[in-house]
T-cell receptor
């Protein structure tokens, strides 16, 4: 089955700096790579996702890159703000027309943005 | 609020008792999932269901059971065989199809004493 590794486990940055989180996956057939943000005691919420036919995607201060050959993908947050403090999870799945979206998650990165 | 509801938010049970966690969605999604989250860790898949009356074991199914009698509902039973049941349980749903987003419920925190 799929295995997703995520690094670092904790990340402390100064407000305004950039944060980068990296993930690797093992199943070359995985084709969908979402990133979730989870605040304490709350549900994970999708912040950005990327499909396997795309190398990079950007949404305001958030960007994700995917390297299919190396089987790794990364989340980049620029101009960090205190409200970016949360736990971030990467995930991978092998979606198909007939199946749902069975996600395998990385272990999470706790991001702390210091004012 | 996202269309997927878990209840209750907090649940306390005595050791040795079975307990059932509720998950209901009104998103008309075919697929539903149960994940377990332990403190400081990622989400691990317990069971999933692609369609009514069908479900498959995930990575940590031992000590858990599910049913999928209705499209909207996917209850999870934590049995007395689960050795360490105290955790945060998250239910999710998604449409079937390529690259579809999974939506999560707000979670149930189960504490076994």
């Amino acid at each position: 089955g799929e295995n997703v590794e995520q690094h670092p486990s904790t990340l402390s940055v100064q407000e305004g700096d950039s944060a980068v989180i990296k993930c690797t996956y093992s199943d070359s057939a995985s084709n969908y790579f979402p990133w979730y943000k989870q605040e304490l005691g709350k549900r994970p919420q999708l912040i950005i996702d990327i499909r396997s036919n795309v190398g990079e995607k950007k949404d305001q201060r958030i960007a994700v890159t995917l390297n299919k050959t190396a089987k790794h993908f990364s989340l980049h947050i620029t101009e960090t703000q205190p409200e970016d403090s949360a736990v971030y999870f990467c995930a991978a799945s092998r979606t198909s027309k007939a199946a749902g979206n069975k996600l395998t998650f990385g272990g999470g990165t706790r991001v702390l943005v210091k004012p | 609020d996202g269309g997927i509801t878990q209840s209750p938010k907090y649940l306390f049970r005595k050791e040795g008792q079975n307990v059932t966690l509720s998950c209901e969605q009104n998103l008309n999604h075919d697929a539903m999932y149960w994940y377990r989250q332990d403190p400081g860790q990622g989400l691990r898949l317990i069971y999933y269901s692609q369609i009514v009356n069908d479900f498959q074991k995930g990575d940590i199914a031992e000590g858990y059971s599910v049913s999928r009698e209705k499209k909207e509902s996917f209850p999870l039973t934590v049995t007395s065989a689960q050795k360490n049941p105290t955790a945060f349980y998250l239910c999710a749903s998604s449409p079937r199809g390529l690259n579809t987003e999974a939506f999560f419920g707000q979670g149930t925190r189960l504490t076994v004493v």
